[in-house]
């Protein structure tokens, strides 16, 4: 990957990856393909993940009877005009998208790729939803199309893991991330800071863990809290207390200092429904926020990667 660092921007923004590779300014639209999650249905487990509601983090477009054209059609049209982009990549967000047999799956990119102004797929799934037959699909798009595999980690920590009710471990996790690599696609890793009972080093031993895989992009998310979760049961008896502003800002700093230089940042924090948030309300600011961020590296002096080398010398001499 191409670094793109420069003193107005001390991190390998997406937006400027994109540029670079486009000419021009790509926008993703947020698509919901009506799939679930093995820690939903029990393949692995029931519920899911104790912060995701009933619509995985989505839209529930799906559920309103959209389809995936629709969505397409109404995404352009907005995000279209206010960036006055004219490509876009898909992004399939809701629940794990990778999880449902081949032919199902191959219609659902068919049809986004479909659409002249799509230049892409991002695919947020889980490392235990992949198969030899799908990821040999998505490899024979990339002969055209950029392909990102966004797989949730969340932390490096198999308690943590165990406590999310992820339903997978860290082990999964890798043994993905080396089969996906293999075969050229573009593999980026979600996390999240300030996971229950997570300290400061534990989280920033996830961003080394991070550095030392074959991955080409991360998004940084924070843990807030929506309602109608078991984390906002946690919450609501005083058993979890979400980051303040000022530690997500430090911490996100910190953890991209350690990041290997060329890995994209493909976000920064979460985007929260106004009306299913609980808590924090600060996280609202998303604009503030990332602002903030970029002010804190420029008040630091620091960029993305700067601790990286120090992180892997350890590691070797370890």
Known sequence: MKICLSPDLPY????????????????KITLDAGLT???????????????????????????????????????IARVGKRYRAKKFIAYFQSFSNTYGSIEKLRRLYDEALAHPQIVGLS????????????????????????IWLELGLQSSHNRTLQL????????????AVNLTSEKGLHVLAHVILGLPQESRTEMLATAKFLGTLRLQ???????????????????????????????????????????????????????PHPDELMAPE???DKTGIVNQIKETF?????????????NCHSNLSS
Not at 131 to 136: G, K, M, Q, S, V
Not at 239 to 259: G, H, K, M, Q, T
Not at 298 to 310: A, E, P
């Open 282 to 284: 600060w996280c609202l």
């Open 217 to 271: 992009g991360i998004k940084i998310h924070l843990l807030y809290i929506i309602k109608n979760t078991p984390l906002a049961k946690l919450y609501a008896d005083g058993r979890f207390v979400p980051l303040s502003r000022e530690a997500y800002v430090n911490l996100v700093v910190d953890f991209i200092e350690l990041l290997p230089p060329d890995m994209i940042i493909h976000r920064l924090t979460g985007d």
């Open 123 to 146: 695919i947020g799934t889980r490392p235990d939803c992949l198969t030899p037959e799908l990821i040999n699909l998505l490899t024979a798009y990339c002969q055209k199309h950029i």
């Open 164 to 175: 999310l009710n992820r339903g997978h471990d860290v082990s999964t996790f890798v043994e």
């Open 37 to 75: 999650c093995p820690n939903r249905d029990g393949r692995v487990g029931w519920g899911g993940c104790i912060y995701c509601n009933d619509k995985g983090s989505g839209t529930g477009a799906n559920a309103l009877g959209h389809s995936l054209t629709w969505q397409l059609a109404d995404g």
């Open 298 to 310: 420029m008040q630091r002096k620091t960029f993305q990667g700067r601790l990286w080398n120090v």
């Open 12 to 27: 390998n923004s997406l937006n400027a990856y994109l540029k670079d590779q486009y000419g021009e300014r790509v926008q």
